[in-house]
């Protein structure tokens, strides 16, 4: 079993930057994925940014240019910049960790609220 513990949510005014962290402990696979998914009210939970054991990066196109994923492999730690932060990137952010032929563990969840 793998626990995946988010910070770094909050509140904050639109071009504004927040990082995000996210944890990892318990059964941690060798080789794996971890980053970030969000879900907006009424909408379908999307893929914002993931980073492999090896450091490849991969981003959604809304936020290539804004946001940088990056991993303390030492600490099972990933942490997700965010900067000129939109309205639109209001949505609860979900921290996961995906190993090869498992299913994907997630975070709890965590507010990013971006003001206009």
């Known amino acids: 079993q793998v626990q995946l513990v988010e910070s770094g949510g909050g509140l904050v005014q639109s071009g504004g930057s927040l990082t995000l962290s996210c944890a990892a402990s318990?059964?941690?696979?060798?080789?794996?994925?971890m980053g970030w998914f969000r879900q907006a009210p009424g909408k379908q939970r999307e893929l914002v940014a993931g980073?492999?054991?090896?450091?490849?990066?991969n981003y959604a196109d809304s936020v290539k240019g804004r946001f940088a994923i990056s991993r303390d492999s030492a600490k099972n730690t990933v942490h997700l910049q965010m900067n000129s932060l939109k309205s639109e990137d209001t949505a609860v952010y979900y921290c996961y960790l995906q190993g090869i032929g498992v299913a994907r563990d997630w975070g709890q969840g965590t507010q990013v609220t971006v003001s206009s």
């Open positions: 318990g059964n941690i696979y060798s080789i794996y994925t």
């Open positions: 980073i492999t054991s090896g450091g490849k990066t």
